[in-house]
């Protein structure tokens, strides 16, 4: 049991927060936000220069091999910076998709490019009318000669409009089937809408979108299971984003205690702010030990894997709910306002809960699962 | 980064589970399971038997009886000891003034003291907490007055806990009034039967008497008897009171009250007397509570593990003391909800009847020790410079 990152990963950490923090300051994601893309091409290629796009994937597919731990680190320090290039998206999300089910061909053709920041990927699943976190879908695909023809519709692609490549959930007769699908392929139209959070998201229709067979991810049933692992990796990540915006908040909030006067005294002598910057503080604490259980559960035992990430979830969606309005609250109108970090943060947070299941879908589950500590 | 523990200390943590799965009297694992009253020879019977096996005061200097384990060993004991349903040993004797006369007392006191304080030959009590001095212990008042070789006590001490089984106390008195309220604080020690010491029980409000009040008159002590310097003792108390770590949050305690909420629960739904929709509610109750037990425990193994390597001392004890008694007293909370009109009446000798006594006793964790509010000022100096 050893709680304690090695040098290596030391550096690692350094490194990206140092990258954020002398990059991509809030006037810079303000003005990212407001370009055409919603983001910054040139914060994405940086990020690529620094090889963290291919960290994730392993060695053979050019990519560095790294860990969950490694992950975490970096997740963390764009939660810092509020960072809505696509990471999440594509090397996390789409990425996750690609070394959990993808071929050796498939990795080949598609890896590389992503990892040279070049090629953006997005994952369509989630479809209205549906139940607000699922791994089944609507959108059809039907076996057409060698290939498959896609019907259906998509919500909340991340990154959607953005992307080069989808890759589609679509249920085949034999279960969830995963494709990959050119973002300009006939019958594909995206529509671009705004996240609250700022990160952008699209709404995805495919009309009798032709693909060959090469485009199936794993087989025709086996997306369930894809989905499932790369979801839990998307969550440990999330839950390591979450750790960094918080971290993030409560910084800023207490700089503020420290500098706003207010009845001639700084407002950080008022023991009912004192004590609610502690509230914050360890929910802080008691998200970042859950990332930290999250990233260390990915390769381990599956059950185990399940229960703790599930549990991480629950947590830094409660945890981010309660720093984020602590911020504004203590912030007072500052809080509210767009032109002020702590709002984003609060946002982002808010985001955050929503994705891959909220905590009441994880805490749901966890019943479910017989408990957060397996019965003995 | 590795959440497993080392082959060394699963051998380690098998080696303890064993010891205590023989060890403890089956009469004191049932009275611990039933959550009944120890009695002050229950206590001290397994004191010396952890004596015997000497782990009794493991976390002591190695040349007082301490065992040199690592801070993860310690967390180990801890939990295991609580997963096995024993209690743990006097904390006056074991955690309080045992650590404080290794590291303060002169050899005689601690030639005196050490041994029978390991093996509770002598049943310390602490008198700290005045009527007018709580969290802000420093204005205590009862005063201690030189008199040739010895000092003269007056005045009166309060939550004295265990003063009627006590033979000795240690204590704080003022022996000087003129400077700083924290300077001319003395800590002595004194025999209960002494001349002059009248102890009056408090009873609380889960039924019990744990609680005393104290009262000085006159009472004549030994120049000897001081512990560090006149007027040093507000140093030592610090000392005192700087917690131990690896086992701060209890949550080896929460996870066994965990494991017989869930049992209770079972038994409960097998009786009928819980519908299947207050099944429902009640497991996500459970799952809430134990995602912060987990994360509150790893929250513990990475302090654990920050000591090992070396990490100081950091407010993050009062982070784990605010959160894990919250965390003990919300599993008193469920124990009493899931009760009902069942936990009315407090006779007999199982969960139902102690479920009002223990949720009602277990409002103190978060009071005593430095208060929830206390520690909370405490991080917010030190850990956000507030």
New interface residues.
Partial sequence: ?????TDE?KMLSETVTRFVAETYDFLKREHALRSADGWSREAWAALAEMGLLGLPFAEEDGGFGGSG?EMMLIMEALGRGLMVEPYFATVVLAGGVLRHGASAAQRGAIVPGLIAGERILALAHDEAGQARHTLAARTSARPSGDGWIIDGAKIAVIHGRSADTLIVSATTGEGLGLFLVDAKADGVAIEAARGYDGVPVASVRLNGVAVGADALVGGAGGGAAILERSFDEARAALAAEAVGAMAETLDVT?DY??TRQQFGVAI??F?A???R???M??QV??????A??A???LD?DEDQRRR?IA?AK??IGKSGRMVGQDAVQMHGAIGITAEYKVGHAFKRLTAIDALLGDRDHH??R??ELG???P?? | ??????PE?IAFRDEVRAFFREALPDDLRRKMINREHLEKDDTVRWQRILNARGWAVTHWPVAYGGQPWTP?QRYIFQEEMALAHAPEGSPFNVNMIGPVLCRFGTDEQKRRFLAATANIDIWWCQGFSEPGAGSDLASLKTSAVRDGDHYVLNGQKIWTTQAQHADWMFGLFRTDNSGRKQQGITFLLLDMRTPGITVRPIETIDGGHDANEVFFDDVRVPVANVVGEEGKGWDVAKHLLGSERSGIARIGLS?ER??QL?SLERRLAAEGVLTPAER?RL??K???V??????????Q??V???D??GGGANA?AS?LK??GTEMQQRMTELVLELAGPAGLATAGHDWLAAAAPFYFTMRKVSIFGGSN?IQ??I??KT????
């Fill in positions: 049991m050893d709680f304690e990152l990963q731990v207490v205690l420290k950080g002598s023991q702010l004192q004590h910057a502690v509230d503080l360890m604490e008691l998200s970042r030990s859950m930290v259980l990233a260390l559960s381990g703790n549990a629950a947590q805490l749901t966890l019943v408990g957060v500590y019965a003995e | 980064m590795n959440l497993e523990f080392t200390e993860a996870k965990l494991s869930r429902e497991a996500f459970l799952a809430e134990e995602v912060e037990l987990r994360a509150l425990e790893l929250t193994l990475r654990v593990s920050a090992a390597h993050a982070i605010v959160k509010e909370k000022n991080i917010a850990m956000l410079g507030l």
